[in-house]
């Protein structure tokens, strides 16, 4: 079976041939402003500018729902709908829903094999939507890799 590979460096900057797609979390409220989506926005403005329009449009637009967004020839960015809201609720529960992150991986390791890409992230889930990298792993390898997916996980150095 097929397993992460561990990189230093930067997910936004993705080192493999071919197709890649960049997979990130995104909120269900629209919002976009803090953590990793910071550092693609500073590379590209289309994946802000379709998420927002996505969410506004509200087509198809909710938990475990990703959008892919072109960005440059051989690479795509995935915005994957993965946290309910942005802070935890009233019982105290991370916004992450990990039902929703194995769904839209599920989404992108189908597109994965139609482009015949391979897919890169940084530890989604784990910053601010408040998730545990076990538990994501564990999702990773239900979605991707058992599906052969060639996927790389980037951490800063």
């Keep these: 079976m097929a ?5 230093i460096g930067d ?16 909120n269900d409220i629209g919002g976009w402003g803090k953590g990793f989506v910071m550092a693609i926005s500073k590379r590209w403005k289309q994946p802000e500018q379709q998420y927002r329009q996505w969410f506004k449009t509200n ?21 994957l709908v993965g946290q309910h809201k942005i802070n935890k609720d009233e019982n105290g529960n991370a916004p992450i829903r990990y039902e929703a992150i194995l769904s839209g991986l599920e989404k992108v390791a189908h597109f994965a094999d139609e482009k015949k ?3 890169h992230m940084p530890r989604i889930g784990c910053g601010l939507a408040g998730g545990t990298w076990d538990k994501i792993e564990l999702l990773i390898n239900k979605s ?13 150095d």
């Design 117 to 119: 890409a391979t897919v």
């Design 11 to 26: 997910a936004t900057n993705p080192r493999a041939k071919g197709n890649k797609i960049i997979v990130h979390v995104c």
């Design 59 to 79: 087509y198809n637009f909710g938990l475990g729902q990703v959008q892919f967004v072109q960005v440059e020839e051989e690479l795509w960015v995935a915005n």
């Design 3 to 7: 397993k992460v590979n561990y990189i």
């Design 144 to 156: 991707l890799l058992e599906n052969q997916i060639e996927t790389y996980v980037y951490d800063f």
